[in-house]
């Protein structure tokens, strides 16, 4: 049998995070520039059903058998096995890289799930289509994140931007044009499943107000939508700002996220936003070619442990 390597890009939202999980659209988009990396190779002396796992980024090695029953990894093996209705996998070595920072909005747990689910079904000679494969990812993050609303592996599985609405088909987006967004890390993980656990507590002791700003943020998903569709980049920006704005009063913000985008929006950026769960993790800014530096620098200095470049670019026709 051959080695496989698949791999899978990170990814932002653009606006709607935690609204998204209560029914409310969301646009997020590919991040090509970060990817997780999943290689399955024949274990020429294992016996069948011996399955090695090395992730060195997590500093992990370890047989799949002796990882917990809840660990990502497994559930990812147990997933697949179930799907294709195997009795056991052959001897195999799964190796994980990923350039996508953990705990960080990009996306890391979907897109190691999409690469590993990916690079295990085609070395068994049984590819998965873009449907199933985002179906099972789904799987894995639900059992890895309690209740996703399912963006993340679907704008990871197809690679493309996308309009989404939990419990519907999404909506490919085909954006008019280039995006350029920077990604400030604040280097603080966030904890994607205890955000939302704690939007929720704040729902249920408040529903009327909490559903008003879902309401808010659904409305803007919709607005930057057509901004997209139609190429009005710059009218993103206030967009972008009004989404934070939101978010910072479901408590999903932190000192560090407001650093970051207040230092983006001072330098020029557009409009500036967390990305994601939130409670640390990665903001992004929308800039223009010429103030890109500009803003990088400017988020380094307010504290940010890296600040990189995303593009988002117009189908190429033909």
């Known amino acids: 049998m051959p080695h496989i390597l698949a791999t899978a890009p990170g990814k932002a939202i653009l606006f709607g995070e935690h609204a998204v999980v209560y029914g409310r659209p969301a646009v997020a988009v590919p991040v090509t520039e ?25 500093q992990l090695e370890s047989p799949l058998a002796d990882l ?9 093996f147990h ?14 070595r799964l190796q994980v890289r990923s350039t996508i920072p953990l705990a960080a909005g990009l996306g890391s747990s979907a897109a190691t799930s999409v690469a590993v689910l ?5 070395f068994l000679g049984r590819p998965l289509e873009k449907a199933e494969l985002n179906r099972l990812a789904y799987e894995v993050e639900r059992a890895h994140h309690g209740s996703p609303s399912g963006i993340d ?3 990871i599985t197809y690679e493309q931007p996308v309009f989404f609405r939990r419990g519907e088909p999404f909506q490919p987006l085909e954006v008019a044009a280039p995006l350029i967004l920077l990604v400030g890390d604040t280097g603080v993980p966030g904890s994607t499943a205890e955000a939302i656990a704690g939007v929720r507590r704040l729902r249920d002791a408040d529903p009327a107000a909490v559903e008003a700003i879902f309401d808010r943020i659904g409305r803007l998903a919709e607005t930057a939508r057509d901004h997209l569709l139609a190429g ?34 001072e330098a020029g950026a557009y409009g500036a ?13 929308l800039v223009s070619e010429e103030r890109l ?16 470049a995303a593009r988002i670019l117009p189908a190429v026709e033909g």
Not at 118 to 122: D, N, V
Not at 293 to 308: I, K, N, P
């Open 34 to 58: 970060v990817r997780a990396k999943a290689t399955v190779m024949p274990l020429i002396s294992g016996p069948a059903g011996r399955v090695e796992i090395h992730a060195p980024d997590i």
């Open 68 to 76: 917990p029953g809840e660990h990502p990894l497994k559930v990812a």
């Open 79 to 92: 997933t697949l096995q179930a799907h294709l209705g195997l009795e056991r996998f052959p001897a195999l």
């Open 118 to 122: 990916k690079a295990l079904s085609e």
């Open 153 to 155: 592996n679907t704008v």
């Open 232 to 265: 009005s980049v710059t009218a993103l920006g206030p967009l972008m700002d009004e989404n934070h704005r939101l978010l910072e009063q479901i408590g999903v913000s932190s000192a560090e996220l407001e650093r970051l985008v207040t230092a983006a929006r």
């Open 273 to 285: 936003k967390l990305s994601g769960g939130g409670r640390g993790g990665n903001m992004i800014a």
């Open 293 to 308: 530096e500009a803003v990088r620098d400017a988020l380094l200095a307010a504290g940010a442990r890296r600040a990189f």
